[in-house]
Structures are given as C-alpha cells and as structure tokens.
C-alpha cells in the first residue's frame, strides 16, 4: 500500500510537471498563434475580452498546473524530508500506543529514491535504540515500526524473556562481554493485554538512555516460533553485515526480528522522532461509533520519541 501510494504520488506529479512544460514551452504559442489569426481575420480590433479568452488555457491545463506545485511540494516532503505515519497496533506500548500519530525523518539513514527505497546519498547508520519505521522483509509493502536492538555484527539472546547483547567486536584484542540488558522494574497494571496486566520496565539498551518495554509474564515464552539462523542455538542469532535486529517493546505482543530475521539496511525508511498527534478510540461496550472515529485526543503525548 505504501509503495503504491508512493508510486501514485510521483505519477501524478511528472504528469503534472509535464503538462506544465507543455504549456509553457508548446500550448500557450499556438494561443498566441490563434489570436494573432482572430486579428487579422477581424474586421475591427479585438477587445481585451476576446484576447483574454483566446489566450486562456484548456480547464485541465489550468488544473494540472494548479496541482503541480502543491503535489511536487508533497513529493518532495514525503520522500526525502519527514512523512507522517499512524500507529496502527500496540506492539511498540508503551513507547508508541494505538492512534499514535508520528513524524519518520526519511533524511536521517540516506536519501532515498521513494518508489523503489534505493539509496540515492549515504548519510548514518541506525543507533541501537532507534526507533524506525522500516519495509516488513517478508512483504514490503508494509510499513512496520519497531525499535533496533542489535547492529551488524551484534549477538542477540532472548531467553526466558530476558535480553542478553554481545556488541560486535571492532577490536579483535579488546571485544564486548555478552551481558544482560539492564531493566528496571517500574509498575504492573497500568498496561493491559487482553485483561491480563502488563509488568512495566525500563531497558537500557545503552549507557545514554533508556526505554520502556512490557512484559506479560502470564503468556509463555514463543521460543518454538522463533526464527533459527543457521548454525545458531534457537533463541541466538549474530546480526549479518547490512542488517539489523528490531524489536518491539511490548514484547509479548509484537512480530519482530525473533520471528522472521533480520531488517536489510535498504528497507530501511527512517527514524521516528516525534509524536504530533494522538487520539484515543475506546469505544463503550455496545457503542455504535464506528471504530476509525476518535473518542478523544492525548495532548499529553504529544513530544519527541525515546
């Protein structure tokens, strides 16, 4: 879907743009020609009136030239700047929550070509912690959102529910211990999964900063579902050179990286770096609201993204 609203959007814009180089450079002379020829065929010079209408474009001329500069201005915003993305799920709670509206920086890991997400200009990598909106492998044509937990060359544990990080070894005679990711215990119940309570932690994938993750201790461990990398103890994966390992921080509600493999760099689409809308859609038991109508907005959430 997104792809083919991207495919849509640049359509529309070189046929657009073409009919205004149409109209600049071809149709406005044969206007031009016509009225010289109302001239000099009139008996008596022609009014402003008469001049004007010889010399006005067709309607879909003058339409298609309206709409290129907004369209291109679109185009150019949503493909190489920011575009904006909804939060469709709960798999990235308490982080990002359903109704979540979000502004992606498409700049920040390279500018890309927006129909095909090939790397135009190289700018940065991902940093472990990002949050990033990236081409689900197994269908990219869907948008998926998730936060990176392993770089290139990373070794990835999840067992028991708990994370373990082996930073990759850029220095062959000093190199990272696998370790545990450090979480803190902030609350139980105040995030629910299909009335079951949610235990609340901070993870702190880096010595900068921390997030929040969910763990539901009442749902077993997926372990058997989880995607084997060859010649790698289930539950184990070491992240290949041009990928990553994403996760989502409501970890008993989110297909991730554990399931299908890892994120290839040219899928990505950018960072999520900012929240500027939220809406609320509870409905009432027996409520006749259709479901993609707001109950209410979150002004509290609008911010920047950890």
């Known amino acids: 879907m997104a792809n083919t609203f991207a495919l849509i959007l640049v359509a529309v814009t070189v ?13 406005v002379r044969f206007r031009a020609a016509k009225a010289r020829q109302a001239q000099e065929s009139a008996h008596a010079p022609l009014t402003a009136e008469v ?46 929550l359903d109704g979540d509206f979000i502004l992606v920086n498409k700049y920040v890991y390279g500018l890309k070509e927006p129909v095909t997400n090939r790397t135009l200009i190289e700018t940065s990598h991902p940093a472990r912690g990002d949050v990033v909106v990236f081409k689900y492998p197994e269908n990219p044509g869907i948008d998926y959102i998730k936060r990176i937990i392993g770089l290139p060359g990373d070794k990835i544990i999840f067992r ?14 000093i190199c990272p211990q696998l370790k545990k990711v450090e979480t803190e215990f902030v609350e139980s ?38 995607y084997q990398q060859s010649g790698q103890p289930a539950g184990e994966w ?60 979150r002004f509290n959430r609008i911010g920047s993204i950890q």
């Open 238 to 297: 070491v992240v290949p050179e041009g990928h990553y390992f994403a996760m989502g921080d409501n970890r008993d509600n989110s297909l991730d990286s554990r399931f299908w493999g890892f994120v290839p760099e040219r899928n990505l689409v950018g960072k999520a770096v900012a929240i500027w809308m939220s809406f609320e859609f509870d409905r009432p038991e027996g409520s006749s609201v259709p479901g993609w109508i707001p109950t209410g907005v």
């Open 15 to 27: 046929v657009t743009g073409l009919v205004w180089l149409l109209d600049h450079w071809v149709l």
């Open 51 to 96: 001049i004007e209408k010889l010399m006005t474009e067709p309607v879909w001329v003058e339409q298609c030239k309206g709409i290129f500069p907004v369209i291109a201005a679109v185009l150019i915003l949503r493909s190489f700047l920011y575009e904006p993305f909804q939060i469709p799920s709960g798999s990235m709670m308490p982080t990002l």
């Open 160 to 173: 028991n529910k708990e994370l373990y990080l082996q930073p990759a070894c850029k220095d062959s005679k």
């Open 189 to 226: 119940g105040m995030f629910t999964q299909l009335g079951m309570p949610l235990e609340h932690y901070s993870e702190k994938l880096t010595t900068v900063k921390s997030h929040d993750i969910l763990i539901n201790n009442l749902i077993p461990d997926r372990a058997g579902q989880y």
